[in-house]
């Protein structure tokens, strides 16, 4: 077994323990490997990445797993989140989070738990790519709560597909998606847009890799805070595969500096663990 990462958010007056967990596994291992499809089923669509950084993959966890997750981002934020696999081609999580958490002030909580659920339509082959149907809820960064939604919105309803292609020996795995966020800003107008997004994930060495995905932010470029500039969000993670089923991600979120209001990309830290019932 391998591991991997995921995310976090906040909510009102009360101090729910954040919850649940989540995440991964995958690959680097596998990922240092050419393609093999007589393999690959177990690897790379059972097991692989559920996530480029923080965008959907089409690859779920097999029936019997779960995954708990734990994403820290800036201003000492956390999101913990669950998922298990029903089957191997259904997933379904959950999620919570807050702001603050590791700061000297009082976490300010997420309004509500998420949720996430992810269906995987198919499985890769040498010529057609894995595709998946989902939805979540959870979004990244702090709750906006004067805005009704997430620093960064989440995917909502999504479609998407991913291919690995043996390059030199090393297998470089392509995602392309598009989604439809239910979040809608209050007080500044609605930006309901469909939105786009790819990523790649490859390996470094046996037990590192590195994902980078870029989101188009079409739904968030309203040319006012909390909106972006209209360049999109540019993330990257380097994962490290600490023990067979843990996973330890250092994220870079923001690299092309996007949110009005940042003066700096985005910093952060995940833990994936990963185990079957």
Request: glycine share 10%; aromatic share 14%.
């Amino acid at each position: 077994m391998k591991c991997y990462f995921a995310h976090l958010r906040q909510t009102k007056n009360r101090a729910i323990p954040a919850l649940v967990c989540a995440a991964v596994l995958a690959a680097s291992g596998a990922l240092a490997q050419a393609v093999d499809y007589e393999e690959a089923p177990q690897r790379t669509a059972d097991i692989g990445n559920r996530t480029i950084v923080d965008a959907p993959t089409s690859y779920t966890l097999p029936r019997g797993a779960f995954d708990i997750d734990f994403t820290v981002y800036s201003n000492g934020g956390l999101i913990a989140a669950s998922n298990i696999g029903l089957s191997n081609y259904l997933m379904i999580g959950v999620s919570y989070g807050a702001d603050a958490v590791f700061a000297q002030e009082d976490p300010a909580y997420n309004p509500a738990i998420e949720f996430n659920v992810k269906w995987r339509l198919t499985e890769e082959s040498p010529t057609m790519p894995g595709l998946a149907l989902g939805f979540s809820s959870q979004g990244n960064g702090a709750y906006l709560s004067d805005y009704g939604r997430y620093t960064y919105k989440s995917k909502g309803f999504y479609g998407v597909m991913s291919k690995a292609i043996s390059i030199t020996g090393y297998a470089w795995t392509f995602h392309a998606g598009a989604n439809y966020s239910t979040e809608r800003e209050q007080n500044v107008g609605r930006d309901k847009t469909p939105n786009l997004y790819g990523g790649l994930t490859t390996a470094l060495r046996q037990n590192l890799s590195m994902a980078w995905e870029y989101d188009f932010a079409l739904n968030d470029n309203k040319g006012v805070a909390p909106y972006g500039k209209g360049r999109g969000y540019l993330n990257a993670a380097i994962k490290w595969v600490y023990f067979d089923n843990l996973q330890l991600e250092f994220t870079l979120r923001n690299l092309l500096e996007n949110r009005r209001e940042a003066e700096s990309f985005e910093r952060g830290f995940k833990i994936v663990y990963l185990e079957y019932f």
